[in-house]
């Protein structure tokens, strides 16, 4: 073998050895708590890192806006979420519910809806415009629920 495609194939094997880049995406959403007849006392947005690499979090945003909305609200997000690992974002407390969220990693203080809404993971804290396809910083993911989200 040449000393080129000798290092070639070394280099190839480097490259191929790296873990995955952090993928962190939203994976549950919950507007429900603290309502009536709830269990949870707090509505909560848990995001869950896909990727093979620690994804740092810090500088990006939870945002969330109501269904047809175009006012969004922002929860500052900071340190690290492991290789498929979860990332817990404790929300507005209601009036009802009985058991407490697990410790989380972020607290913000939206009240989000149970029925219907929008959240977003952004890699700013910049507060998103616009209805349907918001406007600003890159979107890493998007979750629109209920049948009245645009």
Request: glycine content about 16%.
């Amino acid at each position: 073998m040449r000393a080129h495609q000798l290092f070639s194939s070394f280099l190839l094997t480097i490259v191929l050895a790296a873990a995955a880049p952090a993928q962190v995406v939203i994976s549950q959403v919950y507007g429900g708590g603290g309502n009536s007849g709830a269990t949870l006392k707090n509505d909560f947005i848990e995001l869950f890192n896909a990727g093979g690499a620690p994804g740092n979090l810090t500088g990006w945003s939870v945002q969330y806006a109501s269904a047809a909305g175009t006012t969004w609200q922002v929860t500052a997000l900071s340190g690290t979420i492991p290789a498929g690992g979860y990332y817990l974002v404790r929300q507005a407390q209601g009036a009802g519910g009985t058991v407490d969220l697990p410790a989380p990693d972020a607290t913000g203080n939206i009240p989000m809806s149970a029925t219907a809404g929008k959240v977003a993971l952004v890699s700013s804290t910049t507060a998103l415009t616009g209805s349907g396809c918001p406007i600003g910083a890159p979107i890493a993911d998007f979750v629109g629920f209920g049948s009245t989200a645009n």
